[in-house]
């Protein structure tokens, strides 16, 4: 940042100083930013003024402007026998151009050593602390700045102080304080509102105020400037529409465009996308996809679907049909073998129900249902809704296919033909077939809530199911919140999800702070092992939790000879949170050649890591393996986001269709937060 200062455009304020031996005006003041102040006298009062003093101020202002640092100094030294403090001021501003920050230290620390300076010059007072913060790094300086403004009358706290203050605010990173100060000033500078509001997530604001900053503007270099900023809020704010129009406008422009040289739009891996808060709310308030995960979660495995074994036994022992009996035996054995497979690691889990349907012509629509649970259960939806698919297309009459089917196509951002999905609804919300009440239910919590559900079609097997108290918990969590008395958490403590649940829920009584407080005693951080190797929903939940409750870092997330490829999953996301993402790299593939895992989760992780080691070239490649094989429409977001810094517009523009879903993966504009610091 410090070598910013030697680039800006010099401005011109006024101010009026005081000294003990003698006082002044000064008609112009020229200055710089943060705060590169440059005291100019045109002339000076009382019978003490002197001529000669006066020219060679003056002449050493100019020398400054002219960026002639030695020759400035050489008169400031001059003067400063007289006029010490705005002397000593611009000596140090002149060090600080050289480079020579030791020099600068020494002149702007004589400042900031005379106390008195404080109440008679607060404006020169508080800018050599904010020199001597950037020299030093110091916050003793910073904390000198506010403690100052807080002592003095608001009727001395002119424009130019408030604006130091709103610097001061924007080098805190409190970002609130600093729109706050802004919007007391008669003159705002409305890009840096906007970029200011852009740091608070307020993209609304921000689009409005670089909008007015657009309509005030001739100049061809402010106006790409803007335009580009405009395209990097609209992608934060996933505002499809506006973005298109930013895109037209710099196609307008695109011979002379140079923004986006200047400030490089990038992807990369952001550990904070989501601030604390947010991820809080993700775990307290269930979005669709959570509803989904949580469905696919709890939703039984079905070992014997009734329709085909009765279908096969009569066949089998009313007709006497050698092949009808030999299918029933592999029904058992399939049953048999399932019991032992259904333990394993999920990733396993898949890995040998994928081998069982390979090596058979004739499987069953359940085989094909457990196969694609077990897909859902380990993030790869696009496999869960083939599989899911093929069981409905066996067995029409199994309402959970039929709503698995619907479901896993929507987690997958998939787009079921029209005829198709009409048909597969109207047969859910038929009359008949079996799990019927359980169909209804996923599709009354997904896509219909008026549908109105038949209890006393219930069997008392049902009844009494996990999965129901599931579905009733995901009805209304959203309306009641999380309850300690809720069904689902009554009764099934065990289970490392559910245990998760129940220790979000509030107590009565219990304020927002003592609430957060028992959180962050009570969430496991140690004796974790349970959310770190099961079905990926808990280890996801687990991991929103913790960054909700600011506690991420603390835990320990190793389980010592720990080998199953869940767990090493889990492992390579928290090695790319600790800033290892060649670690990352090798962990997700080895496991993706080994388990042939080429689910969007488990690729995303790998886009990450490579952001994140900088290795751009796997990063692009691998996007395109998501966009054009799996149809990903976050892949054709990021890679419109990456067109967009090549100017290749019209490519880039048909990529933006969909929102932008992702929460690993962010863009940002290089240099953001300097050229910020800079206005």
């Not at 112009?28 to 002197?50: C, D, G, R, W």
């Not at 904390?143 to 009727?155: A, C, H, M, P």
Request: charged letters at 25%.
């Amino acid at each position: 940042m410090k070598n910013n200062f030697l680039s800006i455009v010099l401005k011109i304020a006024i101010l009026n100083i005081i000294f003990v031996s003698f006082s002044y005006s000064i008609e112009a003041q020229i200055y710089e930013s943060q705060p590169n102040i440059i005291f100019n006298f045109k002339k000076l009062t009382k019978k003490e003024q002197s001529i000669a003093l006066q020219i060679d101020f003056n002449n050493a202002v100019l020398y400054l402007e002219q960026e002639e640092y030695i020759k400035a100094i050489k008169l400031f030294k001059k003067t400063a026998k007289i006029l010490k403090i705005p002397s000593f001021l611009n000596i140090g501003i002149a060090y600080y151009k050289l480079n020579s920050y030791n020099n600068s230290y020494l002149y702007l620390k004589k400042i900031y050593d005379i106390k008195e300076a404080a109440k008679e010059d607060i404006y020169s007072y508080i800018s050599a602390s904010y020199y001597l913060y950037l020299l030093t790094d110091d916050r003793k300086y910073i904390t000198t700045i506010l403690d100052v403004v807080k002592s003095v009358k608001k009727e001395k706290i002119n424009e130019h102080v408030r604006r130091l203050v709103a610097d001061t605010y924007i080098i805190l990173k409190e970002y609130d304080k600093a729109i706050k100060i802004i919007k007391h000033m008669k003159e705002q500078d409305k890009i840096k509102l906007a970029l200011l509001y852009v740091k608070t997530r307020n993209y609304t604001l921000a689009d409005v105020n670089l909008q007015k900053a657009l309509d005030d503007t001739k100049n061809d270099k402010e106006i790409d400037q803007i335009l580009w900023f405009q395209i990097f809020v609209n992608l934060k704010a996933n505002n499809i529409i506006k973005l298109k129009d930013n895109i037209a406008l710099i196609k307008e422009r695109k011979k002379s465009f140079t923004a986006n040289q200047k400030m490089p739009l990038k992807i990369y891996f952001n550990p904070d996308k989501y601030t604390a808060n947010e991820y809080f709310q993700r775990v307290v308030s269930f979005s669709v996809n959570r509803k989904i995960d949580m469905i696919f979660y709890f939703a039984p495995f079905i070992f014997i679907d009734k329709k085909e074994i009765y279908s096969d036994s009569a066949y089998g022992y009313v007709l006497k049909n050698k092949n009808n009996i030999n299918s029933l035996d592999m029904m058992i054995k399939y049953n048999k073998d399932f019991l032992s497979i259904v333990k394993d690691d999920p990733i396993i889990r898949v890995n040998k129900l994928q081998k069982m349907i390979n090596e058979k012509y004739d499987t069953k629509s359940y085989e094909y249902y457990n196969l694609a649970l077990s897909y859902a259960q380990i993030d790869d939806f696009l496999n869960a809704h083939k599989y899911f698919k093929k069981a409905y297309d066996l067995n029409h009459a199994n309402k959970l296919y039929s709503a698995m089917t619907l479901i896993s196509a929507k987690r997958a951002d998939l787009k079921i033909n029209k005829v198709t999905k009409k048909e597969i609804s109207t047969n859910l919300i038929s009359h008949g077939g079996t799990y019927k009440y359980m169909g209804k239910y996923i599709y009354k919590l997904i896509y219909n809530p008026k549908i109105k559900l038949n209890k006393k079609k219930l069997n008392r097997t049902a009844k009494k199911s996990i999965f129901l108290r599931a579905l009733y918990f995901m009805e209304h969590v959203n309306k009641d919140g999380i309850k300690e008395n809720e069904p689902l958490l009554a009764s099934d403590m065990k289970d490392p999800l559910v245990y998760l649940l129940r220790n979000l829920a509030k107590k009565e009584g219990e304020s927002r702070y003592e609430y957060i407080s028992r959180l962050q005693n009570e969430i496991p951080k140690t004796y974790n092992d349970y959310f770190l190797k099961g079905p990926l929903i808990i280890t996801q939940y687990y991991i929103d939790v913790l960054k909700g409750l600011g506690i991420f870092d603390i835990v320990d997330f190793h389980i010592k000879g720990e080998t199953s490829p869940t767990y090493l999953r889990t492992k390579a996301l928290v090695q790319l949170y600790d800033g290892y993402p060649i670690q990352s790299i090798k962990i997700l593939e080895n496991l993706q050649e080994k388990y042939n895992l080429n689910d969007k989760y488990t690729s995303y992780l790998l886009i990450s890591a490579f952001l994140l080691a900088n290795d751009y070239s796997n990063a692009s490649a691998t996007l395109g393996m998501l966009q054009f094989e799996l149809n990903d429409n976050d892949a054709k977001f990021l890679n419109g986001v990456q067109l967009l810094q090549s100017l290749k517009l019209n490519t880039a523009n048909s990529s933006f269709r969909d929102k932008y879903k992702g929460y690993l993966i962010d863009f940002k504009l290089e240099g953001y937060d300097e050229f910020l610091e800079s206005l």
